[in-house]
């Protein structure tokens, strides 16, 4: 009786199992593993365009600095990834992506994240910070930011677009003028630029990141 059985449990699974792993298989292929194939493509993007530089003065730590360069291809993949997140269609994920163009279309801005073991160092918002902020491009050209503001966005948030984001550090959100000259019409970032690098200097150090364009 109980061979019966058994032998009877043996085909039932027998001939049910094809279609419980096809099933499976069609639920990883369009479901876990496509979007966890559109996480990598986007830390892909998310790695071109972030730099880092950290600053010692005798050994001692002054400064660990993330910055992320919001591009047009890094804004496009940033609003794809949040679209995933909030499960925005076509027609709303391009509305964030234009709400998002005035950060490549108007201005240079980046996404800096800073610690320093001395809050009093991390205050480049400040009108009495000791820091001087300033890019500079493959021509040798300079400017000076427009404006440098802590992010408004709730860390939780931050950590999961940028994980460099930790519960120590500050992030700020530092705009430049697109133009170098604005009577000429002088594009700091032009046809021709090979790139452009952050410079924050201060009498405890310096740092330099550079983005290849």
Known sequence: ?????????????????????????????????????????????????????????KLNTVMYIRATYLSRPFVRAYAKEYAKYYLLNSKAYKEKFNGLAPAFNSRITLLVSVYTPKKSYNNMDSKRSIWTIYLVNSEGESIMPQSVKPSQKKRVFLRKFFPYVTDWSKQYIIKFPRYYDKKSRKLFINSGTKYIKLIITGVNGKAVLRWNL
């Open 1 to 57: 009786m109980k061979k019966k059985i058994v032998l009877a449990v043996l085909l039932f699974l027998m001939s049910v199992l094809p279609f419980y792993l096809s099933g499976c298989s069609s639920f990883y292929s369009s479901g876990i593993f496509s979007v966890s194939r559109s996480r990598r493509e986007y830390f892909s993007v998310l790695e071109k365009w972030t730099k880092k530089a950290d600053i010692y003065n």
